[in-house]
């Protein structure tokens, strides 16, 4: 553990303190371009100002190199290494829905706790198609529950051998629209109650992080 104040006075036995000593790390700039987060949000934060969410506190600490560990409770090592993380039981390491990508991602349990999954039920994906969704894009990597394949939200799928994901808002008749571009309407999909219940759903998208 680091010592309390280091050279640039940030706190971290505190929780802003060290998401500010991992913004300061890269630079808010760098991680406007590598996360979802405005610079303006990572400006303040840098200066240990305002809260944020573990989400985002999730991607910082990826795109930084950062343990998430580290910056949401102040234990364990500070910084990733994948050694430790091979050898040790910290962190859960994730399947990927497309081994061809080469990722490798692993979550801490009481992340995984807090999301009420298990990682066997999980998978990893870099997307790899055309999105435009809110603070989602290709090249985003998200974190897919195979066990929720239901309802309205963001789904991950296969089609015609292809994977795609988008947003699923289902209508009451049991139809739903199914939606990857929130600027270009023309690009939704009407789906029926046949169609829909026809598709290979992979599982809901319940956590996403910028490309790093």
Not at 96 to 121: G, H, I, M, R, Y
Not at 176 to 184: L, P, S, Y
Request: hydrophobic content about 35%; overall charge negative; some cysteine.
């Amino acid at each position: 553990m680091p010592d309390k104040k280091n050279t640039d006075d940030f706190d971290l036995e505190t929780i802003a303190g060290r998401l500010a000593y991992a913004v300061k790390s890269k630079g808010p700039s760098y991680l406007e371009k590598h996360t979802a987060l405005g610079l303006a949000q990572l400006s303040r934060l840098g200066r240990q100002l305002g809260k944020t969410t573990l989400e985002n506190a999730a991607e910082i600490a990826i795109a930084t190199g950062f343990e998430l560990k580290w910056i949401a409770l102040g234990e364990g090592p500070m910084m990733v290494n994948d050694e430790l993380w091979e050898h040790t039981n910290t962190f859960t390491k994730i399947p990927q829905l497309d081994e061809s990508q080469n990722a490798d991602f692993s979550f801490d349990p009481e992340f995984l706790e807090q999301k009420k999954v298990t990682a066997d039920q999980c998978l990893v994906w870099e997307v790899d198609c055309h999105v435009e969704l809110a603070n989602l894009k290709r090249g985003h990597t998200v974190l897919i529950d195979t066990q929720q394949t239901k309802g309205s939200g963001t789904f991950v799928l296969k089609s015609s051998d292809q994977t795609l994901i988008g947003d699923i808002h289902m209508n009451l008749d049991g139809s739903a629209k199914f939606k990857t571009d929130m600027n270009n309407a023309d690009t939704d999909q009407q789906l029926t109650k046949e169609q829909l219940e026809g598709l290979t759903i992979i599982g809901r998208v319940i956590w996403q992080a910028g490309q790093s």
